[in-house]
């Protein structure tokens, strides 16, 4: 199957900007030759060669390019380029959980009904996910400003958070398609033969579904993004924010900075600087917009590689 992947221009396609963007996330300061705490800093000013002030935050892509600032004045070209990882490391461990879980769930008793499932999915879809998640967020975020539980703990548990709530409609999903697989006939004689469960699922049932697993899987990246970027929208950032003062000091005005710097956290802290720097908004928005493509590209690649093995 990984020949076949291979020879889809669309997987490739898709598969090497994920590689790309996470390779220059990871190593843009030395790519480009820059200090990165100095590219990241804020700049609330901008001044002439004789010291005096020209601008204020934030900063449009023809004062400061190629992007401009976000509205703390921290360059959104180096911005994006740090926060791709986080974002993309979140979202793949988000994806991986809810896939591994829903198959382990699902595998430790096959033959279970899920039906109860299916009923609290099926009630759930009139509400969105988004809800959901702001809701269990709102109240986590409530409790770390009373009870400060620190950024890597707060982040795990968004993360399960996230998690948790993806995993419902996935057991139903899964829980079909497996007693599909185990009622297959070599399935059904290599249990016959007196073969353990683990060596059927491993050697079995997980190749079986191994192409499934694939589409779910980018599927489940394309969910976690869209809703990153709707939490970001309404003020809730992954792993919490710090409240700093900016302006003058005749004019200081609280700003919450999203302390994991991934892109919703760009998105919520400019949304109400819409009319005044879309670009602040729309540049992460679009960063959201292309790494989507790339993962229905790589999709894409993957049903077409189903539909060639299928027809040999």
């Not at 060596?199 to 993004?225: C, D, G, N």
Request: hydrophobic letters at 50%; one cysteine or more.
């Amino acid at each position: 199957m990984i020949l076949k992947l291979v020879k889809q221009p669309q997987f490739v396609i898709g598969f090497l900007f994920i590689l790309s963007l996470l390779f220059l996330s990871f190593y843009w300061p030395s790519l480009f030759n820059v200090n990165k705490a100095e590219s990241l800093k804020l700049m609330e000013f901008m001044y002439d060669e004789n010291g005096a002030i020209t601008g204020s935050i934030p900063f449009s892509p023809s004062e400061v390019p190629p992007f401009g600032t976000d509205v703390t004045g921290r360059q959104l070209f180096y911005q994006i380029l740090d926060g791709a990882k986080y974002t993309l490391i979140i979202t793949f461990g988000v994806a991986f959980f809810r896939i591994f879980l829903s198959v382990v769930i699902t595998l430790i008793n096959p033959k279970a009904n899920y039906s109860f499932l299916n009923d609290l999915v099926s009630a759930t879809l009139t509400i969105p996910t988004t809800i959901l998640a702001y809701i269990f967020m709102t109240s986590l975020m409530m409790k770390n400003t009373i009870e400060p539980m620190g950024l890597t703990k707060l982040i795990i548990i968004q993360g399960l958070i996230l998690v948790g709530i993806g995993i419902p409609p996935l057991i139903s999903t899964f829980s079909g398609e497996i007693k599909s697989i185990l009622n297959l006939d070599y399935i059904k004689n290599t249990f016959a033969l007196g073969a353990k469960k683990p060596y059927v699922y491993y050697r079995h049932v997980l190749p079986e579904l191994s192409t499934r697993l694939i589409l779910l899987f980018a599927q489940q990246m394309i969910q976690v993004l869209i809703l990153l970027a709707h939490l970001g929208v309404l003020s809730i950032f992954i792993g919490g924010a710090q409240t700093l003062m900016l302006g003058d000091i005749f004019n200081l005005t609280p700003k919450d900075i999203p302390l994991a710097g991934e892109w919703s956290g760009i998105i919520g802290m400019s949304f109400t600087k819409l009319q005044t720097a879309p670009w602040a908004i729309l540049i992460p928005l679009s960063c959201f917009a292309v790494t989507i493509f790339a993962l229905n590209l790589i999709i894409q690649g993957v049903q077409h590689g189903v539909e060639e093995t299928r027809k040999l």
